[in-house]
């Protein structure tokens, strides 16, 4: 079967890259990859008079929780309330991995299905970042684990192209399918045998992974 399915060549895999992802990189805050507030033992980032310009959704991406409990505290709508982009402050803080923010935002009822305009959804965007304990904890809360976005990329497919062996594993582990074709017809199995895609140990640990499920699932249907 993986013989046989479409493999995408590498350059027009860069070209999917540049169209696909939400545009994260205009947010004017930190990069994903930094450390979160906790994880710095801090509990605010900024300046106090800088904090008191940004929206509930900046606080959330930053991780500000103090600020944002504050900010939530004037409207019982707040915790769900969208952006002009349909991003709310849930769906913000799994993006940029402020796994404590997301903790607190979901005790203060915050919507862990809701998707954004062009269907980005807080488990996408934490798998395309590789924040594992985030997904795993939104998939408690019994989110869509094939969940698929504008262009039809699913959790799984972004967690794969982004090189994420263990966001991967958890994905896998909890049933996401492997044979979902996002629009531009391949799946994320399409995408982790790519040639060329990936290199060196990464590639091995995601395609080892990924035989290890597909082997669990022979076994467990030769045991039925």
């Known amino acids: 079967g993986a013989d046989a399915a479409p493999k995408p060549s590498s350059a027009s895999m860069?070209?999917?890259r540049s169209t696909e992802l939400p545009a994260l990189d205009s947010?004017?805050?930190?990069?994903?990859?930094?450390?979160?507030?906790?994880?710095?033992?801090?509990?605010?980032?900024a300046l106090p008079a800088t904090l008191d310009t940004l929206s509930i959704h900046q606080?959330?991406?930053?991780?500000?929780?103090?600020?944002?409990?504050?900010h939530?505290?004037?409207?019982e709508n707040l915790v769900n309330k969208p952006d002009e982009r349909g991003f709310t402050p849930l769906i913000w803080a799994a993006a940029f991995g402020e796994i404590e923010t997301v903790r607190h935002l979901l005790e203060w009822g915050a919507d862990p299905h809701a998707l954004a305009k062009e269907r980005e959804s807080a488990l996408?965007?934490?798998?395309?970042?590789?924040y594992t304990d985030i997904v795993v904890m939104l998939l408690e809360r019994n989110v869509d684990i094939n969940?698929?976005?504008?262009?039809?990329?699913?959790p799984l497919l972004y967690a794969v192209?982004?090189?994420?062996?263990?966001?991967?594993?958890?994905l896998l582990a909890r049933g996401a399918d492997l044979t979902?074709?996002?629009?531009?017809?391949?799946?994320?199995?399409?995408?982790?045998?790519?040639?060329?895609f990936f290199c060196g140990d990464t590639r091995k640990a995601i395609q080892q992974v990924i035989e290890n499920h597909i082997l669990r699932l022979f076994q467990k249907r030769e045991l039925e």
């Open 14 to 16: 860069e070209r999917q």
């Open 72 to 75: 939530l505290r004037r409207g």
């Open 147 to 154: 969940i698929y976005d504008w262009n039809g990329g699913t």
């Open 161 to 170: 192209r982004g090189n994420h062996v263990k966001c991967v594993e958890a």
């Open 180 to 196: 979902t074709e996002a629009d531009s017809g391949y799946t994320p199995l399409d995408l982790a045998l790519a040639p060329g």
């Open 27 to 45: 947010f004017p805050l930190k990069h994903s990859n930094t450390l979160t507030n906790r994880q710095r033992g801090n509990e605010v980032s």
């Open 59 to 70: 606080l959330a991406a930053q991780g500000e929780l103090s600020q944002l409990k504050e």
């Open 124 to 130: 996408s965007l934490a798998s395309m970042g590789g």
